[in-house]
């Protein structure tokens, strides 16, 4: 059993047979010496056929005497080389033997670095061929001279004559030229003309390219690159073209796959990639964009095939993939090159207000201070009183907030809160004070709340809402310190994510000062490039003081003076001009492909998107409207749907709506205007009807006035004392903000075309108004063409002067609607004015 199983063993291990190609592979090692020999014998036998043409005549003697010692040849190979060299040149194929040696040591190199065998053999096939082809064409020519040719030449030619005669001979020859150009070089006449084309057109657009005289030229991005980078960046060009050239001649020596007409695409791209990279771009055109750089750049290329002209040509249309890899690397470039866009650099220089700008009232009204006997007597009473109505309490706790206490009480085992909430008048009344309210129970607590305001209240400092560490620490777009929660902690919102805001409260409760802590705020926070102030104000005093830093942080109409608007009319141009503000901005968003204005100004900043497609910084825009009622009443649908529209949709692209109103009626707060402010301000009101209408809840008509207020954002409502921002405040904030550099002129809105200026120009005489005369008297002792002249002047609104202005318009007092300049006063003085209108007559 174990001598079988041992035979068959030996059965399987028995080696298969391997085929001869496999016995006769060499190893590494020895192509690497083989290699090496055949490369120095090549370069040896460069060397002997070089000797051998000043040495022939003398060493032909030595050569029969090979074996002899004593004779010394005078090739530098000595024997060997007279040799083989007589061999090869005399006896073989003349000059064109140094072929030999050439071929000799590619062999050695291909074998050293193992290249492509396939290639090596067509070297020695094409190589053999030629050796000959020149060997027979020298003993054509110069049939005498034995060392031209050598002797297969010599006898070739001898025979071909014999045969075919002196034309056939040539004829033959000429043949075998063309086959190896066509066969081997990949020749045809087509090629041939397209490869002169195309490098003329080469050398032709290098030439356009390089610098003119200029000192300064713009490139594809339009941006401006100096003589020396423009030269350098040619120069590259050229170079870069001449290699590709040599580089495509050198492929015609190569034996290749079938060649297609890429090389010129190659050289576009290599000129695109210089121009990113003479980008010498100023501050403000600091971006690029792949987008424009291809202008000349032929949209589609054409690929042919050389092995089949008849092939029919395919367009390749030019692919965006390659932009965007262009673009992130342009941009990358940029930022590196010039670090992240920043949009404060024109104003690069300026300085925040300080803190010591505001007033600290911490020495007048003292900070909150607890006492113990107010505290006590509000407890018992408060105790007393729901003993009263049979409400017993386990337990009571205290908060001191800077104007209200709030008592938490938790009521005993078995007693309903709502019974408690429908005392709440009654506890006031027992408690004897005005602004309780009793919140029944405290969300997420489970208590209940009484808010008992406290005999001495404290005054929230704006200074102490602005230094707090809430505030400035604060990673907000907008953030906003309103004042302190009645736990004392400062209050600070983020106005981009409200993101619009309804302010309420009678008259003298506190919501000027409201709107002055919001825009104090964003002063302390932003920059003026990073926010623009729209500000409405028809009572004419409450934000004027925000007139000094018009240039630095206002936004408003290009065809108005003021930026701070008071007159209602022109509110219905300013909305809807931010309507035209929203859309394009959408479309900046779109075009960019972002979602918000965080998203796309960071974008921006890494220069990924161009300036040139017009994408710019985007600040964010507050509109502050302070008597919305006021507003409402007189333009009524003119304003609500503007207001509603950017309400609705403003949001993502960082306009955000700040209303502010005394009477918040349902029919100033409509609903579709409520439904777009989910954040609601609401200080003391006069009615539980107005604090449901701004609130949906009671509790505003319960303050205590003087900024105590309350805010939602949807759901919880917080109370909170707003901090308390004078106007010598916000004189000083304005003064030291306004006595810095600004920008050329304030932020300017797009320019919205109002419905009044169309004009009908066919206005009859007897439709004028009655103020007709007076308005043209005005227009030419002004010399200025403006419906706003003529409503300061004659107190008219903005719709009647309108009116007005198109009647001038058609008597030929003015000229015709010129956009944001005022119209043309056509009418030089009174006494021609007279004369115009008694000439109508
Ligand atoms: N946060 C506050 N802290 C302390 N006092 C305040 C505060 N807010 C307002 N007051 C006091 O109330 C007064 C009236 O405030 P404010 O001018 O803001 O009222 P208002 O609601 O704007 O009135 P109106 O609607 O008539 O303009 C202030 O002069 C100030 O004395």
């Known amino acids: 059993m174990a001598k079988k199983r041992v035979s068959t063993k030996r059965k399987t291990t028995k080696k298969p047979k391997t085929p001869l190609k496999q016995k006769l592979a060499l190893s590494r090692q020895q192509k690497v010496v083989l290699g090496s020999f055949l490369f120095f014998l090549g370069i040896g036998l460069f060397f002997a056929f070089i000797s051998f043409f000043f040495n022939w005549k003398i060493d032909q003697s030595e050569i029969s005497q090979f074996y002899d010692r004593a004779s010394s040849p005078k090739n530098w190979l000595s024997k060997f080389g007279a040799t083989v060299s ?74 071909l004559q014999d045969y075919v005669g002196f034309i056939g001979t040539v004829l033959i020859l000429a043949f075998f030229a063309i086959v190896y150009i066509v066969v081997r070089l990949r020749y045809t006449p087509e090629r041939l003309t397209a490869s ?103 949209e589609k290329l054409i690929i042919k095939s050389e092995d089949n002209p008849e092939d029919i040509a395919m367009e390749v249309e030019k692919v965006s993939e390659e932009e965007v890899v262009r673009d992130k690397d342009l941009s990358a470039k940029l930022v590196k090159d010039f670090g992240e866009f920043d949009p404060k650099l024109e104003l690069g220089n300026y300085k925040f207000p300080g803190i010591n700008l505001l007033k600290d009232y911490t020495g007048q009204t003292g900070s909150i201070t607890i006492d113990q006997g107010e505290l006590e007597e509000n407890k018992n009473r408060i105790v007393e009183t729901l003993k009263n109505y049979k409400i017993e309490i386990a337990q009571i706790k205290a908060t001191v907030g800077p104007t209200v206490t709030l008592y938490e009480i938790v009521p005993e085992a078995g007693i309903r809160i709502s019974k408690i909430k429908n005392l709440e008048d009654d506890i006031a009344l027992s408690l004897a004070a005005l602004g309780i309210r009793i919140i029944a129970p405290i969300p997420g607590k489970g208590t209940i709340g009484i808010e008992v305001p406290n005999k001495k209240s404290t005054i929230v400092s704006m200074r102490s809402a602005i230094a707090s560490s809430k505030f400035q620490n604060a990673e907000m777009e907008l953030p906003l310190s309103l004042g302190k929660t009645i736990s004392n902690e400062t209050f600070v919102v983020d106005l981009a994510k ?16 409201g709107l002055n802590a919001i825009l104090t705020s964003l002063l302390y926070k932003k920059h003026p490039a990073e926010v623009k102030f729209v500000l409405v104000d028809p009572k004419k005093v409450e934000l004027t003081l925000f007139n000094k830093i018009e240039r630095h942080y206002l936004a408003k109409l290009p065809d108005t003076e003021e930026a701070i608007i008071t007159d209602n009319t022109k509110v219905i141009n300013t909305l809807n001009s931010l309507c035209i503000e929203m859309d394009a901005r959408y479309d900046l968003l779109k075009n960019a492909m972002v979602r918000n204005i965080k998203e796309y100004n960071a974008k921006f900043k890494a220069r990924k998107l161009n300036p040139e497609n017009g994408h710019r910084f985007l600040p964010y825009i507050v509109l502050v409207v302070d008597e919305f009622a006021d507003l409402i009443m007189t333009a009524g649908k003119e304003v609500e749907t503007p207001i509603a529209r950017l309400a609705q949709l403003a949001r993502a692209i960082g306009i955000h709506l700040i209303i502010a109103t005394q009477r918040p009626s349902v029919n100033v707060i409509t609903g579709m205007i409520k439904a777009n402010f989910p954040a609601r301000i609401a200080f003391r009101v006069t009615s539980k009807i107005d604090s449901r209408t701004i609130l949906d809840t009671g509790g505003a008509d319960q303050l205590i006035g003087r900024g105590d207020m309350l805010f939602t954002q949807g759901n919880e409502i917080i109370r909170i004392q707003c901090a308390f921002v004078d106007t010598p405040e916000v004189e000083r904030i304005t003064e030291f903000i306004g006595s810095q550099k600004a920008y050329p002129d304030a932020h300017l809105l797009p320019e919205y075309v109002g419905e009044e200026s169309g004009t009908s120009l066919d206005i009859d005489k007897k439709d004028r108004d009655k103020l007709f005369n007076e308005a043209a008297e005005v227009i030419v002792t002004a010399q200025q063409g403006s419906a706003s002249l003529l409503q300061r002047k004659l107190k008219l609104g903005y719709n009647r002067a309108g009116r007005l202005i198109d009647q001038l318009e058609a008597a030929g007092v003015v000229g015709p609607f010129e956009g944001s300049k005022a119209r043309q006063v056509l009418v030089n003085d009174l006494v021609s004015l007279q004369q115009l209108l008694d000439n109508e007559k």
């Open 498 to 513: 409200m993101p619009h805001l309804l302010m309420a409260g009678a008259t003298g409760q506190g919501k000027s000062v």
């Open 86 to 159: 007589h061999f090869f040149i005399f006896k073989g194929f003349g000059v064109s033997s140094l072929i030999l040696p050439v071929l000799t040591s590619l062999t050695g190199i291909y074998l050293f670095f193992d290249l492509n065998k396939k290639k090596l053999a067509g070297f020695w096939f094409w190589g053999t061929l030629v050796m000959i082809w020149i060997s027979v064409v020298l003993g054509f020519i110069k049939k005498e001279s034995g060392l031209l040719a050598g002797v297969v030449g010599y006898e070739t030619n001898d025979f």
């Open 196 to 298: 002169i084309k195309s490098t003329q057109k080469d050398i032709a657009r290098d030439f356009e390219s390089t610098p003119t005289s200029t000192s300064n030229t713009v490139n594809n991005n339009g941006h401006k690159v100096t003589e020396k980078q423009e030269e350098e960046s040619g120069s590259s060009r050229i170079k870069e073209r001449i290699d590709a050239i040599i580089a495509r001649s050198k492929d015609i020596g190569k034996k290749e796959e079938p060649k297609k007409e890429v090389v010129k695409k190659d050289l576009i791209k290599k000129e695109s990639e210089t121009n990113e990279i003479t980008l010498n771009p100023t501050i403000n055109d600091f971006y690029g964009n792949p987008e424009n750089r291809d202008n000349d750049v032929p």
